[in-house]
């Protein structure tokens, strides 16, 4: 049982909280001034010590209980909501700060992580911060190589760099619940579905460069055209958007439940039906009528792309990217495996093609338990 | 990547710009990147949120406006929330902040860990 020593000089409001505490199955010890808190941690050593905020000389007794206690975490109580206050008071020591009215729930979560404090970790998680390391990089190997030619200390630091970014083929990304990656020429775009966003990133750093927020809608699928970008949320209802700064919503088709991957071919709409397991190749009038349907022949396709006349898709449960014959969409040509999948930490969620290379955006597995990241793909033949 | 953790989570105010009927919040950062903050408070945060985010660190202060992209409660009651530094200015002044303190604290000062 967590034991509490309480520090007031007011006996109605030591009764008041020891009953909120004892509500929550906390065992307080009351004293009305430090001499008497000094005595209650002498003879019964409780876990935590808090304080109640009574006259204006609060931060000074704070201070004295950090030095006269510096082992026993200091939760302190304040009278009103004043958040410059209360991150004083965290500065100086105090490990919580609580305000007026209490809540049972503020009090158990204060005292349940009482003495366990958290840490801040701070680091460069974006790659476009690794600009600045790489220069350091170079920077370190500039003064080993001293003493060589000022070319070949030149020629030297291009290597390494090049040879740093061909090697890079992943990159986290600040988000943990991806679902569809599109290329536009210079930039990406990569739906998240928990966060309901788009995210637009540059492709030279992967930085985020905007962020498109969609309330009413959770996006699974995106597809982009010269003009336009195309969504679909979960439930099925499909978006044509222009693509200006609010991604603003141009024409809403009839829905289409289960659909969770839709590409263009310039002419059709193609969307994959989850659920039925079948491709479908549509008209981009306001019911999006169905010209033709197509088993799809892999095991599950989670995002669609074409590449000039040829339809690509990612088979996520077998991790394979799979090219289609055109004329015959159920007809497999050619499997190419993602072995960055083979240690199931990740499992692909979307797929994009930048002009070079196939794409992958993940999600970890168990969901959300790590953040996103992007994968870059050796080119699959034939390309 | 290096990593640099500080023992004592950093205390910081948030106000939620897009909710004026609430006051000004407290919790702690627990994570920093040129990205984002992650922050633990006892007072939920709402997801989609714009917040305004301040606190202090070696003496530098910072003010920054960000998005709340993900918000859970944990097991001990606490919130976290991910909060998305919505300008690119910011970003990139955290982001020099980062490397500058990134660099000087490879070194391993007093009570900071250091990962590679």
Known sequence: MISVALLSSSEEKRREISLLLGEIGILVYGADNLAGLKEVI????????????????????????????????????????????????????????????????????????AGKPPATSL????????????????????????????????????????????????????????????????????????????????TGSWAVKRVIHFPNEMPVSIAITPNSIWT?????????RLKNLD???????????????????????????????RLSKRLTDSRLSEVASYPYPGAQATALVFIHNSLWSLDAPDREILLHDINHPDHIISKTPLPEYSNGKYAPTGLGFDGKNFWTVAQSLPAGSARAILFRHKKPNPL | MRKVVLPKA??????????????????RLTG????????????????????????????????????????????????????????????????????DFLSLKSGGASGIRTRE
């Open chain 1, 247 to 277: 991604l603003s919503p141009v024409e809403h088709y009839d829905q289409l439940p289960e659909t969770t991957a839709i590409a263009f071919d310039g002419l059709y709409l193609w969307t994959y039906n989850s659920a039925s397991k």
């Open chain 1, 42 to 113: 002498g003879a019964q050593s409780p876990r935590v010590i808090m304080a109640l905020e009574e006259n204006p000389s609060f931060e000074e007794l704070v201070r004295e209980m950090i030095s006269l206690f510096p082992q026993k975490p200091i939760i302190s109580i304040i009278n009103s909501r004043d958040a410059k206050r209360a991150v004083k008071l965290m500065l100086l020591g105090s490990e919580e700060v609580l305000s007026f009215p209490l809540s049972k729930e503020q009090l158990r979560a204060a005292l349940n992580r």
């Open chain 2, 10 to 27: 950093v205390p910081a105010r948030f106000l939620v710009v897009s909710d004026p009927s609430r006051s000004e919040d407290w919790g």
């Open chain 1, 123 to 202: 680091s460069l998680v974006p790659p476009a911060s690794l600009r600045g390391l790489y220069f350091y990089a170079f920077f370190f190997a500039s003064l080993l190589a001293l003493g060589l030619t000022g070319w070949i200390i030149h020629k030297h630091a291009e290597t390494l760099k090049a040879a740093q970014v061909s090697q890079k083929n992943s990159w986290d990304l600040p988000y943990f619940y991806p679902s569809a990656l599109a290329f536009d020429g210079d930039n990406a775009w990569i739906a998240d579905w928990f966060s309901q966003s788009l995210y637009e990133h540059s």
């Open chain 2, 32 to 99: 920093l990147s040129s990205q984002g903050a992650v922050v633990t408070s006892l007072g939920p945060l709402k997801l989609g949120s714009r917040v305004l985010l301040s606190w202090e660190i070696h003496g530098q202060k910072f003010e920054l406006e960000g998005r709340v992209l993900t918000a859970k409660q944990e097991v001990s009651g606490y919130f976290t929330s991910f909060i998305f530094f919505i300008r690119a200015p910011e970003r990139k002044k955290i982001s020099s902040f980062l490397i």
């Open chain 1, 232 to 240: 679909v949320d979960a439930s099925g209802k499909i978006v044509r």
